[in-house]
């Protein structure tokens, strides 16, 4: 067992239903300061869940959440962001309609004039210019609204959102799956270079585990609601992931047959 | 210079229905050559005014992916309150603030039923509808009353036309103010536009459509107190689903669409101009009024099919 006080987040014995449907049963997880953790799992087991739960967007129905080593009751997205907490949605969470620079701060808008809650648009475009830059995300201009950019552009700007956010958790379901191989290095390269840093820890699932084996300090692997598997990167492979998918898929088969 | 300006036609949802106001425009006053005088503009804006006033918070319910039917109903409730609480003593100004909160407590109302029941508005709406209006004929005997007030009074309360229209242009220029450059109006288009995602972002989605409904409901009071000052009755039956429809006709036409996260206020306002000038100018060269509901039907079918398919066009980046 790793000593406790360097977990930033853990999750103890966390479940989730949703009327007849639970997805989660029985999570226990734990992710240490500036560690990245990989999170594996079928279509369907529960990942996205998982992480609508650390980020407070659903209440576990059971099970308790710890994050800076005390224990946590998120009450709502916010609250999650007001600790530290940012996730970048499977869904992006984008709003086509609106412009590059309204998206990176939507619901953190900086504002003038207090309570009339002007927009500062100048600052707005100018540090969404500077995020997207630094990032390397190449887009014709933070004018254009999202219907105007591809799959990859638009998952590249969730990242940066949530990368700029001065999140110290950050929570990403498949960054790189609308993207091109450029793309993806682009965003991998952004979470070694967090990771070099060490100041943010972050959860990201993936499906490319050559990618998960460039960034990741651990694996875990979900199934049946449970995390089942719980190993340091350099003491697994790709040929053990591989493996044990194998053996998922010849399992899911099997269920299906009986 | 001409693409430049065919350019910003196309990217500017407003810039369409301000052309063609600018046609008819030209139209009556060739066939007319009263049509530009400073009579029939007030004649116009008797048209236009109250409609436009209605349709600027129409538009704020459509953008965020609602739809309010009952707007027509409380524009002819809401003189009605300020009407009793200025019987039973209440000074004027405060009856009119009296009769604007009983209007927003409809919209509260809608918003509540529409988001916690999780009732399409449509449904809610239509049932406040036929509630207000049974609840308004049965509080006024089904009788119209006078309004209490000095002219002076009546007249910027919209007796005056100039001051009707007045009212109608800066209303829309501050809702179209907090439409593009408030937290309000952002996360008006961002819940009309993505709910599931603006959720996921943390905005209040709820909150955000229940006080769209409450600022309708209450411009719609507004609005019925214009038009009951200009008229110098207030009518159980005036308004009702006639003026609704051409509200959300002024909506449509002036490039708000049904669909949500898309909208403009200015633009509504121009589309209850261009009903204005239509009715005036059919009415001017003696043209019936039910010619000019086939007119309107036809204007509503061609824009709705530019707007739809410029915004196909938007979107692959074309224009
Ligand atoms: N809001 C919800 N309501 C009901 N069922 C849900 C909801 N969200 C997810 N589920 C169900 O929970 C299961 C896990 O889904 P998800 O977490 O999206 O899996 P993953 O991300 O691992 O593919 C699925 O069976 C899905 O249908
Ligand atoms: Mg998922």
């Known amino acids: 067992m790793a000593n406790k006080d360097n977990d930033l987040v853990r999750l103890e014995n966390v479940a989730k239903r949703f009327g007849p449907v639970q997805p989660l049963k029985n999570v226990n997880l734990r992710v240490g300061r500036g560690e990245v953790l990989g999170l594996l799992g079928n279509n369907g087991a529960g990942k996205s869940t998982l992480m ?32 530290g907490i940012d996730c970048v949605y499977q869904d992006l969470a984008l709003v086509s309609e609106l412009n590059v620079y309204h998206n990176m701060f939507l619901q953190r808008e900086p504002v003038r004039g207090g309570f009339l809650g002007i927009l500062d648009n100048k600052r707005m475009k100018a540090d969404a210019q500077r995020h997207l830059d630094d990032m390397g995300v190449n887009i014709p201009s933070v004018d254009v609204e999202i219907a105007k950019l591809s799959g990859g552009q638009r998952q590249a700007i969730a990242v940066a959102r949530s990368v700029y956010s001065d999140a110290r958790l950050l929570l990403l379901d498949e960054p790189t799956a609308a993207m091109g191989a450029k793309e993806g290095a682009m965003i991998l390269d952004v979470i070694n270079r967090l990771r070099a840093k060490g100041e943010v820890s972050v959860i990201i699932i993936a499906h490319n585990y050559a990618q998960i ?30 493996d044990i998918v194998v053996h998922e898929y010849r399992h899911a088969a099997e269920t299906l047959n009986e | 210079m001409l693409s430049r300006i065919g350019g910003i036609a196309l990217r500017r949802r407003e810039a369409s229905i301000f052309v063609a106001g600018c046609l008819l425009v030209l139209y009556f006053q060739f066939t007319t050559s009263v049509f530009v005088s400073y009579d029939n503009i007030g004649t116009l804006t008797q048209y236009a005014g109250a409609t436009a006033v209605l349709a600027a918070g129409e538009v704020m319910v459509l953008i965020c992916g609602e739809l309010d039917l009952s707007i027509g109903m409380v524009y002819a409730l809401s003189p009605f309150l300020m009407y009793f609480a200025q019987q039973a003593g209440v000074p004027l100004v405060f009856a009119i603030i009296l009769g604007l909160m009983g209007a927003a407590l409809v919209g509260l109302i809608n918003g509540l039923i529409t988001t916690l029941l999780k009732l399409p508005s449509f449904v809610t709406t239509l049932g406040t509808l036929f509630l207000i209006n049974g609840f308004t004929l049965v509080i006024s005997g089904g009788f119209p009353v006078q309004p209490e007030s000095s002219q002076a009074f009546a007249n910027v309360m919209g007796g005056n036309a100039y001051f009707l229209i007045g009212w109608a242009i800066v209303i829309a220029l501050i809702l179209q103010y907090v439409l593009t450059q408030t937290r309000w109006g952002l996360h008006t288009i961002a819940v009309g536009g993505n709910l599931d995602g603006s959720t996921e972002a943390g905005i209040k989605v709820k909150s955000i459509k229940i006080r769209n409904f409450m600022l309708c409901s209450t411009l719609a009071g507004f609005a019925g107190m214009l038009d009951c000052f200009r008229i110098g009755s207030i009518d159980p039956l005036a308004g009702g689903n006639e003026i609704m429809f051409m509200a959300i006709a002024s909506a449509v036409i002036g490039g708000t669409l049904l669909t949500g996260g898309v909208g403009t206020i200015i633009g509504a306002l121009f589309g209850a101009i261009v009903l204005g000038i239509l009715k005036d100018g059919f009415t001017l060269s003696g043209v019936s009024a039910y010619t000019f509901d086939m007119i309107l039907g036809g204007a509503i079918i061609v824009t709705m099919t530019i707007n739809v398919h410029l915004n196909r066009l938007r979107e692959r980046g074309r224009v």
């Open chain 1, 52 to 83: 609508k739960i650390l980020c407070g967007y659903h209440p576990a129905s059971e099970g308790k959440m710890f994050f800076d080593g005390e224990e946590v009751n998120l009450r709502s997205v916010t609250h999650a962001r007001q600790l």
């Open chain 1, 213 to 242: 084996f460039d960034v990741c300090d651990r694996i875990n692997l979900l199934r049946d609601g449970e995390i089942v598997f719980d190993k340091r990167a350099e003491d697994t492979s790709v040929q053990e992931l591989t």
